[in-house]
């Protein structure tokens, strides 16, 4: 039996060494939200798989071996002849790295209802995928309905408004086991202020974590409430770090752990990932 199952798109990473628009050298590698959460459940010792689609092309073997490299089972994955592996591009510059991304067409974006998701103690979904497509959007809708999942709220403004977003995003977190979402992007969404607030906005899901980036993370939860803070730590990148909290988290529901000791090791995964320029950091006796 798999312990969680990931679902949702992964796309080629282009990294340049100088902005965009200067050219010059770049590394190619693979980031994606769901598959980011897998790798380090599977760091964890956790058993995941991941479930997508990517393209007949070498930017789809990439994905799927960087993704397997991390000891996520891939097997399910469908290799697309019709249709591209979605690519983007991080172009640093002096006012703070910008992301571009083309995904129009993916692959991924294929996914349906039909889709080959194994069974798992844990069906892990992100906002981002009911975004990509209107199956997408099915796919996400049916595993909720049939399914122990969490759900990671993780709003792209770039893939929706937030006059669309909020009400769908809202609807489908009310029918995960699990959720989480960031306190900035409840603000964003629903026009919150506090953790408690965003609580009283989902009162449906069993566990709500609620997680305030340096500050702490507040999980609401049939026990009561328990805060965790934020340890310090020099940030690199933030980038990735809210799937490795997720990560870390998940790892201690699979595991019973007490309540403070799934938020802490979600703080301490999310503190590794804030470490690197890459987006899944290497644990070490985490």
Request: with cysteine; glycine share 10%; aromatic share 6%.
């Amino acid at each position: 039996m798999i312990d969680v199952v990931c679902v949702g798109e992964t796309m080629a990473l282009v990294i340049p060494e100088q902005a965009l628009s200067r050219g010059g050298p770049a590394r190619i590698d693979s980031a994606g939200a769901e598959s980011t959460v897998a790798a380090y459940l599977a760091q964890l010792g956790v058993r995941a798989a991941w479930v997508s689609r990517v393209g007949d092309d070498p930017l789809g073997s990439l994905v799927l071996d960087a993704v397997a490299g991390h000891g996520v089972d891939v097997t399910s994955v469908v290799v697309d002849a019709q249709r591209p592996t979605g690519v983007f591009f991080k172009d640093p510059g002096a006012a703070g790295t910008r992301v571009h991304y083309y995904r129009a067409g993916s692959a991924a974006a294929a996914m349906g209802p039909s889709a080959p998701v194994p069974q798992a103690r844990i069906t892990h979904l992100s906002g981002i995928t009911p975004a990509l497509s209107p199956s997408c959007a099915e796919l996400v809708d049916h595993l909720l309905a049939t399914r122990r999942c969490s759900f990671d709220v993780n709003y792209r403004p770039g893939l929706w408004p937030v006059s669309r977003a909020g009400e769908v995003l809202r609807g489908l977190a009310a029918r995960a086991s699990t959720v989480f979402v960031g306190l900035d992007e409840a603000r964003t969404l629903w026009n919150v202020t506090t953790a408690g607030d965003v609580r009283a906005l989902l009162p449906e899901p069993e566990i709500l974590v609620v997680k305030d980036s340096a500050v702490g993370a507040t999980s609401f939860h049939p026990g009561g409430v328990t805060f965790e803070p934020s340890p310090a730590v020099d940030v690199v990148e933030p980038v990735g770090a809210g799937d490795a909290f997720a990560a870390g988290y998940l790892a201690g529901l699979i595991r019973d752990l007490p309540e403070a000791a799934r938020l802490r090791q979600g703080h301490r995964v999310a503190g590794a990932a804030l470490r690197v320029t890459s987006d899944i950091a290497v644990l070490e006796e985490i």
